[in-house]
């Protein structure tokens, strides 16, 4: 089983910034995918960014040059962040850490993530 938590969500106008964070405590897989996949109520979820853990990463056309995806490994926890930068109306949405099974990350998708956080929202206003 896999636990995670996201924290760092809020409200901020556009062209500012916020840094989500995921803890996933106990997390001792090797070999793993993990992301944050966004939701607008009414629309499907959206994976933002990817990363596998190799370090690889990926990142949906719309955030591109504006978010960065990164992971930390520190006493049996693993941590995974999304930095925002130029946020735009947009962006708002519920934010989910997800982590699932290796994959290619410059093909992953919603369904491959098998573990999921409660979400933080986060919202632009212009």
């Known amino acids: 089983q896999v636990h995670l938590e996201e924290s760092g969500g809020g409200s901020v106008q556009a062209g500012g910034s916020l840094k989500l964070s995921c803890t996933a405590p106990?997390?001792?897989?090797?070999?793993?995918?993990m992301g944050w996949v966004r939701q607008v109520p009414g629309k499907e979820r959206e994976v933002v960014a990817a990363?596998?853990?190799?370090?690889?990463?990926?990142?949906a056309d719309s955030v591109k040059g504006r978010f960065t995806i990164s992971k930390d490994n520190a006493k049996n926890t693993l941590y995974l962040y999304l930095q925002m930068n130029s946020l735009k109306p947009e962006d708002s949405a519920m934010y989910y850490c997800?982590?699932?099974?290796?994959?290619?990350?410059?093909?992953?998708?919603?369904?491959?993530?098998?573990?999921w956080g409660h979400g933080t929202q986060v919202t632009v206003s212009s």
């Open positions: 997800a982590a699932g099974s290796l994959v290619v990350v410059t093909a992953i998708t919603v369904a491959d993530f098998g573990w």
């Open positions: 106990g997390f001792t897989y090797s070999n793993y995918s």
């Open positions: 990363i596998d853990s190799d370090g690889a990463t990926s990142y």
